[in-house]
Structure formats: structure tokens, C-alpha cells
Antibody, heavy 123, light 106 residues
């Protein structure tokens, strides 16, 4: 199983960023994909999930309205778009796979992770 | 949201030691508690899920226990590669899932 994320991005406050996460060596539609971020020197913060099979999504309240998760199942890729960026959004963003097979429910157990994408918000 | 408090925040140990990290939840979470290991500049790695289930490929020197609000991660016979930061995560009241603040093992 591999999750390969897009590279580092630099954005100005108020802009948007869209990150990608390409999955391989497993059935992409059978596992939920989650996004977790980590600010410099800080802990882990869950952002939301997407079910590649149905396209259903769920976002934590903190990001509701600013984050959009999508997938392109034809190329086994998940995307995370975050808008209205502020300096506090400077972080490494990880995509991660749910441990449970089936694409029906998510366990929130994250068994495989991408390498992370650094987003820097700077004026 | 459920808050998780890890103790200690940092811990000094030596190769061969046995160490224990504690995670306390702000309300009962049954056994829905996971542990991750993270090395600097790397993604977290799932070690244990649902309190005591060892993730595939994780050495048996890692073990977890607990229920309700109090949980522990124990590492026996510390190896050089075990020096990292450890996070607990609750999945009981999810979404949202939440993480502890981390314990740095050095």
C-alpha cells in the first residue's frame, strides 16, 4: 500500500490550496480516506473523511465550509482543498487510509499514511 | 469533543528499558483507543488499535491496555528505533476523532 502526496505549497493569506494523494497497491474504493494535519511542532488534528466508493464526506466542525474533499477513482487519487487560508493553516497535511475494508463504515483507525504535504501560508 | 491527556509529555530512557506512557480521556471511551509512533519529519505509524490489538508488522515489545478513561502503552526492551513521539487517539466519539498532545521518548 502506498499513498503518495503532492509537494510543498506556498500561499498568501486568503488564497486556496489543493493537495493530492495518489493511492496504489490496494482497491482504492474499498477504504475511506481521511486527512489529518500537523502544525509545526504541534500534535495531530483530524480534518475529515471521504468515502471514495460513494463520494460521501464528513468534516470536522472547525473546517466546515473551508475544506472540500474529493476523489477521482479513475486515477485512484484523493484531493483536499482548503480555502480562505490564514497563517494558522501553515502545517503538514497528511492523507491516510482507514484500516477497515468495505467502504461502508469507517473505524477512524489509520493504517497507512502519505508522506505529508507542507503548506506554508505567508504574506 | 473528547480530550486526551498524555503523561508524561517527555520521557528519557535507555536501550533495553521498559517504559509506560499513559493516556487519559475526558470521558469514558470504552476501548476505542489507538496508539501511533511518529519519527521527526515522518508520518505517524499505527502501532495499536482498539486498546490492545497490535497492528500487522509491529514488534511484540509494544503492548497496550486499559478501558474507560485510562490507557497505557508499554514498550519493553527499548530499541534504538523506538525513540520517537507517541500519540494516543480516541475513536469512540467520532467524528471527530481526537489525539493526545504527544509523548516524546528520548
Amino acid at each position: 500500500v502506498q499513498l503518495v502526496q503532492s509537494g510543498a505549497e506556498v500561499r498568501k493569506p486568503g488564497a486556496s490550496v489543493k493537495l493530492s494523494c495518489k493511492a496504489s497497491e490496494y482497491t482504492f474504493s474499498a477504504y475511506f480516506v481521511h486527512w489529518v494535519r500537523q502544525a509545526p511542532g504541534q500534535g495531530l488534528e483530524w480534518m475529515g473523511w471521504i468515502n471514495p466508493k460513494s463520494g460521501a464526506t464528513n468534516y470536522t466542525q472547525m473546517f466546515e465550509g473551508r475544506v472540500t474533499l474529493t476523489t477521482d477513482t479513475s486515477i485512484n487519487t484523493a484531493y483536499m482543498e482548503l480555502s480562505s487560508l490564514t497563517f494558522d493553516d501553515t502545517a503538514v497535511y497528511f492523507c491516510t487510509r482507514d484500516r477497515v475494508w468495505g467502504g461502508v463504515v469507517t473505524s477512524f483507525d489509520f493504517d497507512f499514511w502519505g508522506q505529508g504535504s507542507l503548506v506554508i501560508v505567508s504574506s | 469533543d473528547i480530550q486526551l491527556t498524555q503523561s508524561p509529555s517527555s520521557l528519557s530512557a535507555s536501550v533495553g528499558d521498559r517504559v509506560t506512557i499513559t493516556c487519559r480521556a475526558s470521558q469514558p471511551i470504552s476501548r476505542f483507543l489507538n496508539w501511533y509512533q511518529q519519527h521527526p519529519g515522518k508520518a505517524p505509524k499505527l502501532l495499536i488499535y482498539v486498546t490492545s490489538n497490535l497492528q500487522s508488522g509491529v514488534p511484540s515489545r509494544f503492548s497496550g491496555s486499559g478501558s474507560g478513561t485510562d490507557f497505557t502503552l508499554t514498550i519493553s526492551n527499548l530499541q534504538p528505533e523506538d525513540f520517537a513521539t507517541y500519540y494516543c487517539q480516541q475513536t469512540y466519539n467520532s467524528p471527530p476523532t481526537t489525539f493526545g498532545q504527544g509523548t516524546r521518548l528520548e
